[in-house]
């Protein structure tokens, strides 16, 4: 397995336009996160899926973001409109079952200018 | 609700000197606790949890209940050790959550 898997790698954008993210999960994965990193707040969980069900999206800092599953091997995150404030890496995790290690992606660093 | 702090942002040794990365919890229930490392253009990545009391790559990290503590630990630093670090809690019940701290990036230098 080659590990979550998420893309783009970077992505610049103009405020007001719309971003995907994308992750595919290890195979088998039953927990999907969304973390977003940034230097003053660190890692922050924004949203997790349980069998492709979301179960707590209480991190979402906003109704711009959305996040979906609609299968086991595929999720996306998205900002619409995207503002630069949002410029971060976002990263998407995905575990076996709960206190299992979560294994990340390599993220995806976003640009909003 | 669960909370994560680790109060260094920046902690800098020189090699072969011990180092304490700390981290300190809140949380109601009992706690499952990590540590992950994030190596320069590397992914996140598990270093070691607290129910497996184990050692990996010289580390430690000893959960004190009584002071809500899970300090990572270790003797000698090498300059390889050189990363960021989370702590992590992950809580329980029906809302299986992995909260982060913010980070410490630790620099060992020669």
């Known amino acids: 397995d080659a590990g979550v898997i998420q893309s783009p790698r970077h992505e610049v954008t103009e405020m007001g336009q719309e971003v995907t993210l994308r992750c595919k999960p290890i195979s088998g994965h039953d927990y999907l996160f969304w973390y977003r990193q940034t230097m003053m707040r660190g890692l922050e969980l924004l949203i997790y899926?349980?069998?492709?069900?979301?179960?707590?999206d209480s991190g979402m800092p906003e109704d711009r973001f959305s996040a979906k599953m609609p299968n086991a091997s595929f999720s996306t995150l998205k900002i619409q409109p995207s503002e630069p404030r949002d410029s971060a890496v976002y990263f998407c995790?995905?575990?076996?079952?709960?206190?299992?290690?979560?294994?990340f992606g390599q993220g995806t660093r976003l640009t909003v200018v | 609700a669960q909370r994560v702090t680790q109060p260094e942002k920046l902690l800098s040794v020189f090699k072969g000197a011990p180092v304490e990365l700390k981290c300190n919890y809140s949380y109601s229930g009992s706690p499952e606790l990590f540590w992950y490392v994030q190596y320069s253009r590397q992914r996140l990545q598990l270093l070691l949890r607290h129910i497996s009391r184990e050692s990996i790559k010289g580390f430690t990290a000893d959960l004190n209940k009584g002071e809500t503590s899970f300090h990572l630990k270790k003797p000698f630093a090498q300059e390889e050790d050189s990363a960021m670090y989370y702590c992590?809690?992950?809580?329980?019940?029906?809302?299986?959550?992995?909260?982060f701290g913010k980070g410490t990036l630790l620099t060992v230098n020669p």
């Open positions: 899926f349980n069998n492709n069900v979301p179960i707590d």
């Open positions: 995790a995905s575990s076996l079952f709960p206190g299992a290690e979560a294994f």
């Open positions: 992590a809690l992950k809580s329980g019940g029906s809302n299986y959550k992995l909260t």
